[in-house]
């Protein structure tokens, strides 16, 4: 069995990767924590604000039918996770800041997709915000660190791993 990852480029790709394949989204709006991020001097030191939305793509949870949070993913919990990350963390760019924490998200709440925006909406006066927006999938690289003996798990699939 090959396990391909999921190509989600536009957010109709994800909404319809979406709805095709039965997933939930679990889903954390207008996040505000604050991190230094930036390349501009006046950014480098004091902590500025970010805003998140993160929507999570899990398939549907044992929640739905038994009414148990740990039967899927406690967005309390992904909540502190986002402002220790972003509270303990230096970074340059959007880009980077949102690709470590999307890692994180997908490896710790096992999740199948993840949707994040980040804004900042304090650099500049005359601009409500600047953000990026990125999709993730769990692929292959992230299904593969959840083995603890990543060797017995590729000899065990026939995978033979690259030089």
């Known amino acids: ?21 039965d997933l939930d989204i679990v889903k954390i709006t207008n996040l505000r924590t604050h991190t230094v991020i930036g390349i501009c001097e006046d950014e480098l030191f004091e902590p500025q604000p970010l805003i998140l939305t993160i929507d999570m793509g899990i398939p549907k949870p044992g929640a739905c039918d038994s009414d148990n949070i740990s039967q899927t993913v406690d967005y309390d919990c992904v909540r502190k996770t986002v402002i220790k990350f972003a509270t303990n963390n230096k970074y340059k760019l959007l880009e980077s800041f949102g690709e470590q924490l999307s890692r994180i998200l997908l490896d710790k709440y096992k999740l199948s997709t993840i949707k994040l925006e980040i804004k900042k909406p304090a650099k500049y006066p005359d601009v409500e915000s600047v953000g990026f927006i990125m999709f993730r999938s769990a692929g292959k690289s992230l299904k593969f660190r959840h083995y603890e003996n990543n060797i017995f798990y590729l000899l065990g699939s026939g995978i033979i791993p690259k030089k």
Do not use: G, R
Not at 1 to 21: C, G, Q, R, V, W
């Open 1 to 21: 069995m090959t396990l391909e990852p999921i190509k989600l480029n536009t957010p109709t790709d994800l909404e319809n990767h979406f709805s095709s394949n």
